[in-house]
């Protein structure tokens, strides 16, 4: 193999002409095969066009998914995008609402303070941002995901995200 996962663009110059390797080096990776003799036009055009579909594909990225059941309705989260869909309706979330929810996701089962979720979501010690403001979020966040029982609060301690097991 060429590369174990996706890369930049690969032309495999080569002297050999016959299909057998022409396909050898293809079915390694190779985006394009060129055998000699070739002109230097066209291989620069071969590889400029190469690279804006490469940069095409590079721009729309990754996505990043994690999915989980609440109350009976799949939740996909788009990490890359910052989309959240319940069921195949996205839900509109603020910047804060997301990555808190992110913050959850990425603990699920897991008791997280508020002084926890303070500095993870909003990078703030006690004092600087209140304790009311995580209540807030989750309050609005528990609305917006119609799930109020997907986030327990544990009086006391903090919260816990808890999807359908």
């Known amino acids: 193999r060429l590369r174990a996962v996706d890369g930049p663009p690969v032309i495999l110059l080569s002297g ?3 299909e057998a ?3 050898l080096g293809l079915e390694m990776g190779a985006d394009d ?4 003799p070739f002109s230097g036009r066209e291989l620069a055009v071969r590889a400029r066009n190469m690279i804006r579909r490469h940069a095409g594909r590079v721009s729309a ?3 990043h998914h994690r999915t989980f059941t609440i109350g009976g309705r799949e939740m996909t989260i788009d990490i890359t995008a910052r989309r959240v869909h319940i069921d195949g309706e996205e839900v509109s979330l603020t910047p804060k ?3 808190l929810l992110d913050c959850f996701t990425r ?3 897991q008791v997280l303070t508020k002084p926890q979720l303070l ?7 006690v004092g600087w941002v209140g304790e009311a403001t995580v209540t807030e979020h989750v309050r609005r966040l528990r609305r917006k995901l119609g799930c109020g029982e997907c986030i327990d609060t544990l009086w006391g301690v903090g919260y816990r995200f808890d999807p359908d097991t």
Request: aromatic share 12%.
């Open 16 to 18: 050999r002409g016959e």
């Open 21 to 23: 390797d022409r396909v």
């Open 33 to 36: 095969y060129v055998t000699k």
């Open 61 to 63: 990225g990754p996505h």
């Open 97 to 99: 609402e997301f990555d």
């Open 107 to 109: 603990n699920a089962r």
């Open 119 to 125: 500095r993870a979501v909003w990078q703030a010690e």
